[in-house]
């Protein structure tokens, strides 16, 4: 989730429903349930997801900066261009958004979001994934033993 949604194009999937995030804590889901004998439950998906999400936001932050740095200055040409062919925006604005285009600002802005909004989203993904990807019940016993439930069959 913190690779896909530091991508620069790749990112504009979590516009959709936090996309990313939310699969994210569905992929963390279904990482446990492969790994653990019996079905989990959707607590565990949800904690699961969670702790996803707290993680997706610090990998985000160590893979954005180094793309902000290679990316924002053209990402700065590119605000600018829109902002001078923009003829009705006022040169207060002009003046007061230049600096934080791609800027630290930014990337804190964007951290924070992802640090308290993006564990939220990760943990509702946990518990789809506990959902859909639980493991079928065991029986109780092995096949052709009876129980007090009577002949298995």
């Excluded at 569905?26 to 492969?34: G, K, P, S």
């Excluded at 790994?35 to 989990?40: F, G, R, W």
């Excluded at 699961?48 to 985000?60: C, E, K, N, R, T």
């Amino acid at each position: 989730m913190g690779v896909l949604s530091a991508l620069p194009f790749v990112a504009a999937g979590n516009a959709c429903c936090c996309l990313w995030i939310v699969s994210g804590g569905a992929a963390a889901a279904y990482v446990l349930q492969q790994n653990q004998p019996m079905a989990i439950t959707p607590g565990d998906g949800a904690v699961v997801g969670l702790f996803a999400g707290v993680v997706g936001a610090f990998v985000w932050l160590v893979l954005s900066i180094p793309i902000t740095l290679l990316i924002g200055p053209m990402e700065q040409r590119l605000f600018q261009r829109i902002m001078e062919n923009t003829g009705n925006m006022p040169p207060e604005f002009r003046q007061y958004m230049g600096p934080y285009i791609g800027g630290g600002i930014r990337l804190t802005i964007f951290f924070l979001c992802m640090l308290f909004v993006g564990p939220i989203f990760s943990t509702l993904g946990g518990l789809l994934g506990a959902v859909i990807f639980r493991k079928p019940q065991v029986p109780p016993g092995p096949p052709g033993t009876i129980d007090a439930a009577g002949p298995a069959g």
